[in-house]
């Protein structure tokens, strides 16, 4: 394993837009000597301006004194030619997603350094064994992709292209190390971890909007109470500008061959072609203009509990609940009912198996159906979805969770409800990646929970849920919908077939 850079070397950062001056603020802090290059002397100006600023930023906030901002300052230099790069021992490329224009530079600066140095490019949408094509020493190119904030986010992907020498891929390693971060390995294919696990995130969201099972406000509320995420999706996409995003879903889709798994969707297309982009337009899904115009979740009134509380059948779905409820002082019985779930009166919540309730209640007449989504983490839920039932059934369900201390939202009754369907399809992609070689299910997780800040990998969550379930919601889903957007990935029917851990594997 490569040790990484010598002490001070020389690291030439290509491009002084905000990812460029982010990454080289933070070679610049971890001792090595950097060259910031463009060739806009305007935009050279702006960086060091930033920099400065940056420095002063930390030394009042005390995570640096004066004299170690001076030193970070004092150890990146700025240039509009290539002329002093030859001693460079590691080359980042930070400028615009242009194949050819990136190309073009890299060429130049193969000619100006040393065979031995390396270098990384930090394309998030371009594929690196591509870019390498166009290069006289491929064998010396990799990716290394920083997420923006650079010198925040912890997470980089370190993306081998088809040629690249496995000791530049444990240098890369070792630098990002080294500078702080955790470092993922990568093959080079469409969207890398990050962007391409990701897809079902925006995507699934997008579709329970579409077929008006519930609102972007509704979604996000339930994906961060029941899910712990720190953002919903629709409030994520508002936030990074629905424009990029947009972008990032298409080049995905193109480059996998139209996969479904990954196809933008027309909702957000149209919010794009308004000129409605997010918050930077003050308008996307949600209205930054008009305080208290976005419509309030649908709320069920709870009914208070009177009647004993069942449990019937596996404890699939339900476990966490039961468990809280215990918590809660609050008696359980053993049921003989022939399905899963939690039952008062003749009220079921059933957990979802990808099937609406309209597709299950005829094969329990005697009982009234309320469909339960899940929670990450049970135990400190906040919010968890229900759909269809009569009114009264809902009333009945929104009270039993009013005793674990979760609120209910409604949602239309609809195949998987909406943290289920989201978490089930992120597996599914996340298995698949692992399957094709992308990376393993060690990196992939890895890469969600830095890179996205997702309180648990699809993978890891696959696994706690039982896969087969996971299988079984899919294969449900795929039938409802009768598309191939929701097959299982194989190696989750693999390991649902064998009984063992997506854990270890790849």
């Known amino acids: 394993m490569s040790r990484g850079l010598p002490h001070g070397a020389l690291v030439v950062v290509l491009g002084s837009g905000t990812m460029g001056r982010g990454i080289a603020r933070l070679a610049a802090g971890a001792d090595n000597q950097v060259i910031l290059y463009d060739v806009n002397a305007g935009a050279l100006e702006s960086a060091k301006r930033d920099l400065s600023r940056y420095l002063d930023r930390d030394v009042d906030k005390g995570r640096l004194n004066v004299e170690e901002a001076a030193a970070i300052g004092g150890r990146i230099r700025y240039a509009t030619d290539l002329a002093g790069i030859g001693s460079a021992a590691l080359v980042i490329e930070a400028i615009i997603e242009d194949l050819s224009t990136k190309i073009g530079l890299l060429a130049d600066v193969e000619a100006a350094v040393a065979p031995t140095t390396i270098i990384a490019t930090n394309t998030s949408s371009l594929s690196v064994t591509a870019v390498a094509a166009g290069l006289e020493r491929p064998q010396q190119f990799a990716g290394m992709h920083f997420f923006n904030p650079a010198p925040v986010l912890p997470l980089v992907e370190i993306v081998a292209g088809a040629v690249s020498n496995p000791e530049v891929l444990d240098t890369l390693d070792a630098v990002a190390t080294a500078w702080g971060k955790t470092p993922v390995r990568t093959a080079s294919t469409p969207g890398f971890i990050v962007n391409r696990v990701a897809r079902p995130f925006y995507g699934e969201a997008l579709r329970i909007v579409e077929e008006n099972l519930a609102t972007p406000q509704e979604v996000d509320e339930i994906v961060r109470g029941a899910g712990g995420f720190r953002m919903g999706p629709f409030a994520l996409m508002d936030l990074v500008g629905l424009d990029v995003n947009l972008a990032v879903s298409k080049s995905v889709y193109e480059q996998t061959f139209h996969d479904p798994r990954f196809a933008p969707n027309q909702i957000q297309q149209q919010l794009v072609d308004a000129g409605w982009l997010g918050r930077k337009t003050g308008r996307g899904f949600y209205n930054y203009e008009a305080e208290g115009s976005d419509p309030e979740p649908r709320v069920v009134n709870p009914q208070p ?143 969600m929970r830095l890179g996205t800040n997702y309180p648990i990998g699809p993978l890891e969550w696959a696994d706690g849920v039982g896969v087969a379930r996971v299988v079984g919601l899919l294969d449900n889903m795929a039938d409802y919908y009768g598309e191939a957007r929701y097959r299982p990935s194989s190696l989750l029917r693999r390991v649902a077939n064998t009984d063992s851990s997506l854990q270890g594997v790849g």
Do not use: C, Y
Not at 424 to 442: C, F, I, M, N, R
């Open 305 to 447: 509990m009177t009647d004993p509380i069942i449990l019937h059948g596996s404890e699939d779905g339900v476990a966490g609940l039961a468990a809280r409820l215990q918590t809660a002082g609050h008696d359980l019985t053993r049921g003989f009912g022939p399905a899963a779930g939690i039952g008062v009166g003749s009220m079921l919540l059933w957990p979802s198996n990808g099937r609406p309730v309209s597709a299950v209640e005829s094969a329990l007449p005697d009982l009234d159906v309320v469909a339960m989504d899940t929670a990450l983490d049970w135990s400190t839920a906040s919010v968890v979805a229900i759909a269809g039932g009569t009114a009264e059934a809902q009333a009945a369900a929104a009270g039993l969770l009013a005793l674990a201390g979760i609120e209910t939202r409604l949602v239309s009754d609809g195949p998987g409800l909406v943290l289920l369907r989201i978490m089930a399809q992120l597996a599914s992609v996340a298995a698949d990646a692992v399957l094709k070689g992308v990376a393993t299910a060690e990196d992939v997780d890895t890469a």
